[in-house]
Structure formats: C-alpha cells, structure tokens
C-alpha cells in the first residue's frame, strides 16, 4: 500500500504485558499530519486492507496510524486488553473483571505508558511534533477512551469511542462524566 509500516515492542512496566505497535506512514509525514491511536492493534490490522489505505493515503490530509496492540498472534488478547482498558473502581488492592474475573483496572497505568512511553517514541521515529492525535477504541477499548477524555481531556485533540462497555462495572463511566462537569464548572 502506500503506508509503510514498522513495529515497536515494548513491555509494561511490571513485565506483564507485551506490546507491539504499528507505525503507519502515509507517503508524507509533518508537524501537520494527524496520528491516529488505535488500540486493539492487533485487531485494527487484521481490518485494513491495500485498497482503503490507498484511498487514505489520498486523502486531503492522510492521518499516521499507532495501532496500540500485544506482541501475540491472537486479534484480540483478552486478558491484557482486560487489565489495560479498564478504570480502578474503589480502593480494593486487586480488582476483578465483572464479565470474565481477569484482573482488572489498570487503565491509567496504560494511559501512562501511551502518553510518557509510547507517543515520544512514535514522534522521535516519525521526527516530528504532531499538531492533532486522535483516541480510537472499541468496546473495552472504547470505555478507555471515553475514561481518558473525562479523566485527561487535554491528553488528545480528538477521541473516537465506538460502541463502548458503557455498562462495565454499573456504568462506572457516568460518574466519571459527572466529575468532569464539577470540574469544568
């Protein structure tokens, strides 16, 4: 395709999950250029195709792709993404999943590492300071995107949540909305 694409891998900082990471390039890259975060990565490159990034690569102003994705074969790594993409409820040591009973809550940990990990080291690879960044989840994915707009919203210029887990954990979300209109007042 017109995208040329690389990998990073890295590990969290407890050593418990692995990820890689795939930069997509359109033919042109500069401070200009949108970047667009996709987690799921490995998902998210499982559905694109030559043809569609083709027709992107096209387009007025073709975004940078960081599909944000775990160093296995699996599209999608249940257990990682689980602990990854969820907020810490209450002050409870270990938290559990209310659908599957992995752990649970380690989402401003990840948020951490995209944001003081990640993203310096795809701008040092891209050379460049990126203008707009773009958030991109679904489902689980989708819940952190919506915690990381109502908790960080100066972390991303645009934040994209598809279908998200609005109901995890009794919707702990709303709240999450709740506080961040007491703070904006």
Do not use: K
């Amino acid at each position: 395709s017109a995208y040329r694409f690389s990998t990073l891998e890295l590990e969290s900082a407890d050593g418990a999950r692995h990820y890689r990471i795939w930069l997509g390039q359109p033919p042109a890259v500069s401070d200009a250029s949108p970047v667009a975060y996709l987690l799921d990565g490995n998902a998210a490159m499982a559905a694109l195709d030559s043809q569609g990034l083709n027709q992107l690569a096209q387009s007025a102003s073709p975004p940078v792709l960081v599909a944000v994705g775990y160093a296995t074969p699996l599209r999608i790594e249940r257990n990682a993404r689980t602990f990854d993409y969820t907020p810490r409820v209450g002050s409870a040591v270990e938290q559990r999943d209310p659908l599957t009973a992995v752990p649970s809550g380690g989402a401003d940990v990840f948020l951490d590492l995209l944001s003081g990990n990640i993203r310096p080291q795809v701008n040092q690879r891209l050379a460049i300071t990126p203008q707009r960044q773009l958030l991109w989840g679904h489902s689980y994915g989708g819940l952190l995107v919506l915690h990381a707009l109502l908790t960080r919203p100066q972390a991303f210029d645009d934040y994209a949540a598809a279908s998200p887990s609005l109901w995890w954990n009794q919707g702990v979300v709303s709240a999450e909305s709740q506080a961040l209109a007491q703070r904006l007042n």
